[in-house]
């Protein structure tokens, strides 16, 4: 029989990833979630960043898959993470980051897109 995985090891490793991330760069939810080792989770990733109370952990940097700033525009948490991302030098327009599509292969990584 095995043992059922510890959530807490995903959230631990989830918190790693963001706190990872350099400054004037971004993830989304769901590249967050897979670097963590827990492809398709973006949503608790989501949930964990809801819930988060560490000043420390540089949240400002995940955004939703499309470069979308997540919180309702014009929000105080929109426009906070509007300026913590633009004071790191990401140009912020509209609420989004525009972000070239990540690479699928590692031929595509080296030499580009066909």
Do not use: C, F
């Not at 827990?38 to 499309?66: C, E, F, K």
């Not at 913590?84 to 580009?112: C, F, H, Q, Y």
């Amino acid at each position: 029989m095995s043992t059922p995985p510890d959530p807490a090891a995903g959230h631990s490793r989830i918190l790693q990833v963001i706190r990872d991330i350099p400054r004037g760069q971004v993830l989304g939810y769901g590249e967050v979630a897979a670097k963590a080792g827990l492809p398709g989770r973006a949503r608790l990733v989501a949930r964990l960043l809801g819930g988060n109370d560490d000043p420390d952990l540089p949240w400002h940097r995940v955004l939703r898959s499309d470069g979308r700033i997540a919180m309702p525009e014009g929000s105080r948490g929109w426009r906070e993470q509007s300026q913590r991302l633009r004071a790191e030098g990401v140009v912020v327009e509209n609420g989004r980051v525009k972000r070239s599509k990540p690479a699928r292969t590692m031929d595509e990584a080296i030499w580009g897109p066909g």
